[in-house]
Structure formats: C-alpha cells, structure tokens
C-alpha cells in the first residue's frame, strides 16, 4: 500500500530529525509510513513516520524508531 500525498508536498517533506529524504515505506503492522532515508543520530537508525487519513505525522517523539 503506498501514502495518497500530493507530488509538491513530498518534494518539500523531510525528516524532522536529521532533515534526510522520505520514502514510501510500510510499518511492521502493514500501514503505509514515510521512513527517512539517511541515517538519523546514529549510524544505522531510522525513523518511520505514520500517515493517518493521508497526512503524514511529522513529530519526532511519535516516529518509530527502526534499524537497517
């Protein structure tokens, strides 16, 4: 499943946190989130950002924080 947003909003969304590229991603339950696609804080750590009704959640403190 791939996030309905609009072609100018994802050319201009980045991740709040280390300010890296967003990409189509799905969250361990299946859902459709936006994952930065740059390490964040730490080599290795990303951050997974849920999309609730077609807007993405762009708060830090609500990513899920994932490993590649």
């Known amino acids: 499943m791939t996030a309905?947003?609009?072609?100018w909003l994802r050319e201009i969304l980045r991740c709040?946190?280390?300010?890296?590229?967003?990409v189509d991603g799905t969250s361990p339950d299946g859902a459709p989130e936006l994952q930065c696609a740059d390490?964040?804080?730490q080599a290795g750590q990303r951050r997974g950002y849920r999309i609730d009704d077609g807007i993405p959640v762009m708060l830090a403190d609500e990513a899920r924080v994932f490993s590649v």
């Open 4 to 7: 309905q947003i609009d072609g």
């Open 39 to 41: 390490d964040c804080e």
């Open 16 to 22: 709040p946190v280390c300010r890296g590229e967003l």
